[in-house]
């Protein structure tokens, strides 16, 4: 049996181009029995809808700050724009995998972000101000995880796939789903109320898709974050 390819967004730079380290993608896709593949911010739109014939699943990995005009409003000053270039290449994509429906698509921390805005949601620009600072949700220190828990829905579709409805998970974020978009819903959040996983309110049965604002990737070594990358690679299959 052929491993599903799974296509990852790359992080862009304007001076240098492609860049990133996407060893924690690779390992979790290959964990979870697909091919991982990373998508290069190419110019021509055009281009997107050829990547999602060749690809079996989509991931929408992380990155810095989409600015905020795609969903109606002002940047804030903590925000950190991405290049221009990847986030016009990532939002067609994810509009694009929304529209057509069929490709299995999982968004992760910056991803959430681009399908919930795809599908017409918005974005809390800063959480400490939005939100507070009851939970840390950034790292506190460079290259560790700041860790705080997770409640899941009962019953939703990432608590079918997880096993549990209580989950240990990694934070490096400051921004986070504000308004939910068209077709999805939240499904957790931390014990500030910051929405930490969304999916389609029809469930996944009709077509896969989800979000979460983690990176399961950076620590698919603990418990059931190797789970994630399963489910998506079996909706492939």
């Not at 055009?46 to 990547?51: A, D, F, N, R, T």
């Not at 705080?148 to 400051?174: M, Q």
């Amino acid at each position: 049996m052929n491993r599903p390819l799974i296509g990852i967004t790359a992080t862009y730079n304007e001076q240098s181009g492609l860049s990133g380290n996407y060893n924690g993608y690779s390992k979790a896709v290959l964990c979870g029995g697909g091919i991982p593949l990373f998508i290069p911010c190419i110019e021509s739109l055009q281009e997107v809808k050829s990547y999602l014939k060749r690809l079996d699943g989509l991931i929408l990995s992380g990155g810095p700050d989409l600015n905020a005009s795609w969903y109606g409003l002002e940047n804030h000053p903590e925000m950190e724009i991405m290049a221009k270039r990847r986030e016009d290449w990532d939002m067609a994509l994810a509009k694009e995998a929304v529209d057509n429906g069929k490709i299995p698509l999982l968004g992760i921390c910056l991803g959430i972000q681009e399908l919930n805005v795809a599908c017409g949601g918005t974005l809390l620009r800063h959480v400490p101000e939005d939100i507070g600072t009851t939970v840390e949700h950034r790292r506190v220190t460079p290259g560790v995880e700041t860790y705080h828990e997770v409640t899941i829905e009962e019953h939703s579709e990432l608590e079918g796939i997880l096993g549990t409805s209580v989950l240990t998970c990694n934070s490096s974020h400051h921004q986070a789903v504000g308004q939910v978009g068209k077709g999805f819903k939240a499904v957790a959040w931390t014990t500030d109320g910051c929405v930490e996983a969304i999916e389609p309110i029809n469930g996944l049965k009709d077509r896969f898709a989800f979000g979460v604002q983690w990176h399961p990737e950076r620590i698919v070594d603990q418990p059931k974050q190797d789970l994630i990358f399963k489910a998506l690679v079996q909706a492939c299959l």
